[in-house]
């Protein structure tokens, strides 16, 4: 009996200590999906800061990715239309929002890919994904994105209330 209730003891304290969501309901439940939380990133001035999650399929063929939340006054130079032209960047669309999908790499017959979806000047989503087995993996893990929460969430930094 004693050995369950350390278990248990134990199992609740790693639970406890996972990083729980910056901003409730703008990372979405996907069916099928695992989703872990990384600890959100926030600068001393409190005007950069992210928060990411990390997306795993837990049926029989390899997806993994990450999606991140941020606001960074560098994106605007960052991710504007020439910037990302000169770093290959091709413009695709993601729900009815204009994105950008960065060049991957490829290791061996995986492709690696790189979503950006702007959400303002200074705020962004970005998606890091792969896979193997279902390439529209990634596109489908941005489009999960309600744009209009992901907005509302990055006006404030993680941590501050609205």
């Known amino acids: 009996m004693l050995s369950v209730l350390g278990l248990s003891f134990v199992v ?7 990083p729980k ?10 069916s099928g999906y695992g989703r872990t ?3 959100p990133e926030v600068n001393k001035d409190r005007t950069v800061y992210s928060q990411a999650a990390e997306y795993s399929w ?9 999606a991140t ?25 993601v ?3 204009d994105a950008w999908t960065m060049p991957g790499r490829k290791d061996g017959q995986v492709q690696y ?19 193997a087995a279902h390439k529209k993996f990634p596109d489908e893990l ?13 006006k404030t930094p993680p941590g501050d209330s609205k």
């Open 12 to 18: 609740g304290a790693v639970l406890a200590a996972e």
């Open 21 to 30: 969501p910056a901003w409730p309901g703008a990372f979405p439940e996907l």
């Open 37 to 39: 939380f990384k600890a």
């Open 58 to 66: 837990m049926g029989g063929d390899f997806r993994t990715g990450t």
């Open 69 to 93: 939340l941020a606001r960074d006054p560098a994106f605007k130079q960052a991710h504007a239309e020439e910037a990302l032209k000169k770093l290959g960047a091709t413009p695709v669309k």
């Open 95 to 97: 729900g009815k929002r």
């Open 113 to 131: 890919t790189k979503i950006i979806v702007p959400l303002g000047e200074d705020k962004a989503l970005i998606v890091e994904a792969v896979g």
């Open 142 to 154: 941005a489009a999960a994105f309600d744009p209009e929460k992901c907005i509302e969430a990055l």
